[in-house]
């Protein structure tokens, strides 16, 4: 191994510090992905369940600390009733499969997106999973199911009004941090990596506060042929890209060798 280099993978390394700390993951092409196999689109769900397992060992390999995954959208209830009902299922399934390893793998598993919708009996499942006790902890896995971006941002607004009708915060001291405290990915540290398999580039009311700032990265692979290659595709271009959040290139270069001299 070279010194002060990790390996993410046979054939790329990538310097700790270049490795996202956040990822979020539209997980797009699973319908197209069956439809090419001529197979019903439930079958590029299925699959693309695996790919979900791998992602995630993959990042934790790479030292990545919180993914997030987009894995049902408020807008996906507007599909066919029978995609609907299988969706939900496949995720009730997944979860009572899955969430035991997961935590005794150091995988902290969260849930965002509005809830009421759901079966009681899924509302359950999540409740436990979330609650399960962990070793120690390696990754925070969040699973967007029912989330809307706009609907977080509401979300927030409308916790952010409750506080000063009670009288617990002071219209005029409204903040971006006041808000962002009632999102839903509050505490964690924004995504510094979007990904969006499927080769379309729009981000489908995904995080819409988090990603100010986020790099985007979109590829043409359809998520259930999403593998540790194509994410360390992704990483190596994360690595190279400059965050610059609104300063010059020289400020930046300049902080960078403060750091590293
Ligand atoms: C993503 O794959 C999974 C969900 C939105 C639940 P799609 O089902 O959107 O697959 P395509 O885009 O039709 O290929
Ligand atoms: C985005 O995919 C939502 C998820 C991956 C869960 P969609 O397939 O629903 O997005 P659009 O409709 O093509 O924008
Ligand atoms: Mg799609």
Not at 113 to 136: Q, V
Request: proline share 5%; hydrophobic share 40%.
């Amino acid at each position: 191994m070279i010194d002060g280099v990790l390996p993410v993978t046979a054939g790329t390394a990538v310097a700790p510090d270049r490795v996202p700390r956040h990822i979020a993951i539209v997980m797009d092409g699973n319908g197209r992905w069956a439809t090419q196999r001529r197979r019903p689109r439930a079958f590029g769900h299925r699959a693309g369940v695996k790919a979900v397992r791998k992602t995630i060992e993959s990042c934790m390999r790479a030292g990545v600390e919180v993914l997030t995954l987009f894995a049902f959208s408020s807008e996906n209830w507007s599909r066919p009733a029978g995609e609907v009902r299988h969706l939900l299922d496949l995720f009730l399934r997944s979860l009572r499969n899955e969430a035991r390893e997961l935590a005794s793998n150091g995988v902290r598993l969260r849930f965002i997106g509005e809830r009421e919708r759901f079966s009681p009996e899924l509302r359950a499942s999540m409740a436990e999973s979330e609650s399960a006790i962990l070793p120690s902890l390696r990754l925070t896995l969040n699973i967007a199911v029912n989330y809307g971006g706009r609907w977080d941002i509401v979300n927030a607004a409308r916790e952010l009004a409750r506080a000063a009708r009670a009288g617990l915060i002071d219209p005029e001291q409204i903040d971006q941090s006041s808000l962002e405290k009632y999102l839903s990915l509050n505490p964690l540290p924004e995504p510094d990596l979007f990904i969006r398999t499927g080769g379309d580039s729009r981000i489908s009311n995904f995080l819409l506060w988090h990603l100010a700032y986020t790099e985007l990265y979109f590829t043409p692979i359809l998520w259930p042929d999403f593998d540790d290659a194509a994410l360390n595709a992704a990483l190596g271009e994360f690595a190279r890209r400059e965050r610059r959040f609104g300063k010059t290139s020289a400020q930046v270069q300049d902080a960078r060798e403060g750091v590293d001299g």
